[in-house]
């Protein structure tokens, strides 16, 4: 199981960014699939989740309302669409994935992880 994170960057407090989250694998649809940060100085932090062929979500509350999990069974693919971004949303994100398909919050609930993409905003 490979996870292939991308679509980093830079923006402004306010902008949009989209991450996506490719994986290989034949049975993904059953995965839950993970999002967490990792800010400077900080733990790795659970972000978001998509649980199994229903893609049922779950969110910290931290961005609740202004990041979105969605997933793309067909593709492989899940995104994270992150919305009205603060400064302090800055962080390394990384996917990961729970191929028994459990709902966890904690990182160690997931045994495949990709390598991680950059997201800085600025004020």
């Known amino acids: 199981v490979n996870l292939v994170e991308s679509g980093g960057g830079w923006v402004q407090a306010g902008g949009s960014l989209r991450l996506s989250c490719e994986a290989s694998?034949?049975?993904?649809?059953?995965?839950?699939v993970g999002w967490f940060r990792r800010s400077p100085g900080k733990e790795r932090a659970f972000v978001a989740s998509?649980?199994?062929?229903?893609?049922?979500?779950n969110y910290a509350d931290s961005v609740k309302g202004r990041f979105t999990i969605s997933r793309d069974n067909a593709k492989n693919t899940v995104y994270l669409q992150m919305n009205n971004l603060k400064p302090e949303d800055t962080a390394v994100y990384y996917c990961?994935?729970?191929?028994?398909?459990?709902?966890?919050?904690?990182?160690?609930?997931?045994?495949?992880w990709g390598q991680g993409t950059q997201v800085t905003v600025s004020s």
């Open positions: 694998g034949r049975t993904f649809s059953s995965w839950t």
């Open positions: 998509s649980r199994g062929s229903a893609g049922l979500t």
């Open positions: 990961a994935a729970d191929v028994v398909g459990r709902t966890s919050v904690s990182e160690y609930g997931y045994e495949r």
